[in-house]
C-alpha cells in the first residue's frame, strides 16, 4: 500500500529516536534514505545513508540536498524531523537559547526545504514537517519552542499554497504527547508516564511507528491531493483539567 521503490528521501534527525523510525519505515517501502547529523552513529542500518551536516546553517542544508540529488540523480521526499528543546521558562530564555531554538526548529526546515524545491519542481515531491502538540496549544516551559512550532505550521500551509503549481506537497504532523528516548526526563518514571497515558483517550502515548506510518501516508500516492495539511497523530487530544474537575466534584 505504500510502495516508493526508486523515490531518495532525506530523514533530519533520523540517526535515532523517531526519526530513526521514520527513515526505517521510509526504507522498508522502498526509498532510499538518507540521514544527517554532526555525527555519524556507529549502529545505523545498512540501507540507512548517512551525511554529516549542521542544517541550522543555510550552507550546509542546501549542499546536503544538493550533493543527495547529484549522488541520485533525483531527490523526492524531504522530512523535516529534526527538532527540539529542553523546558525553560520564557522570563529566564536568552537570547542565546532563542536563537538556537528557531534555528533548529524552524528555520533550518525552511533551509532545507528551499534547497529541496530546486530539485522537486521538474516531477514534483513531498515535504513532511513533524510539528507538536506545543505548537498548537500553551504549555509551562515551552513557550519559545512552542512559537517555533507554531511558525512551522503555518510555514507549511505557505509552501503549500506556493509550491502547489509545481506538484510540490507540503504537509505538518503534529506529535502529540510521544513515548521516546527522553520521555523520563519530559514525564517521569514509569508510573507517570503510565498517568500521562491513561488521560490520553486512546490511552496511550504516541509511539515512533505511529508517527512513521503517518509520514509514509502522506508521501505516499494514497496523499497525491493532500497538501497543506495538519495531520494530528495525538490520540485524540488531551483532556481538559475540568473534566477532571467537575468528576472529583
Request: glycine share 12%.
Amino acid at each position: 500500500m505504500f510502495e516508493l521503490r526508486g523515490k531518495v528521501a532525506l530523514v533530519t534527525g533520523g540517526t535515532r529516536g523517531l526519526g530513526r523510525i521514520v527513515a526505517g519505515r521510509l526504507a522498508d517501502a522502498g526509498c532510499r534514505v538518507f540521514v544527517c547529523g554532526r555525527n555519524a552513529p556507529d549502529d545505523l542500518p545498512s540501507e540507512i545513508a548517512f551525511r554529516a551536516a549542521d542544517i541550522r546553517d543555510p550552507v550546509q542544508a542546501a549542499s546536503l540536498v544538493d550533493g543527495i540529488a547529484a549522488e541520485c540523480g533525483r531527490f523526492d521526499i524531504l522530512v523535516n524531523n529534526a527538532g527540539g528543546s529542553p523546558p525553560c521558562p520564557a522570563e529566564k530564555a536568552s537570547a542565546g537559547f532563542v536563537d538556537a531554538v528557531l534555528k533548529l526548529n524552524l528555520t533550518a526546515p525552511l533551509y532545507l526545504a528551499q534547497a529541496s524545491h530546486r530539485h522537486m519542481s521538474e516531477r514534483g515531491g513531498s515535504i513532511v514537517n513533524i510539528a507538536s502538540v506545543s505548537g498548537i496549544r500553551p504549555s509551562p516551559g515551552t513557550a519559545v519552542y512552542g512559537a517555533a512550532k507554531a511558525g512551522l505550521l503555518n510555514l507549511t500551509r505557505s509552501l503549500a499554497q506556493e509550491w502547489g503549481s509545481a506538484a510540490i506537497r507540503v504537509n505538518a504532523i503534529v506529535v502529540g504527547l510521544a513515548k521516546t528516548e527522553t520521555a523520563e526526563a519530559t514525564y517521569g518514571d514509569a508510573e507517570a508516564q503510565a498517568r500521562v497515558a491513561a488521560s490520553l483517550p486512546l490511552g496511550r502515548m504516541c509511539e515512533g511507528g505511529d508517527v512513521a506510518d503517518a509520514v509514509a501516508y502522506l508521501v505516499s500516492p494514497l496523499a497525491r491531493y493532500v497538501s497543506g495539511a495538519q495531520l494530528n497523530v495525538d490520540g485524540g487530544g488531551e483532556r481538559p483539567y475540568f473534566l477532571d474537575l467537575v468528576k472529583g466534584g
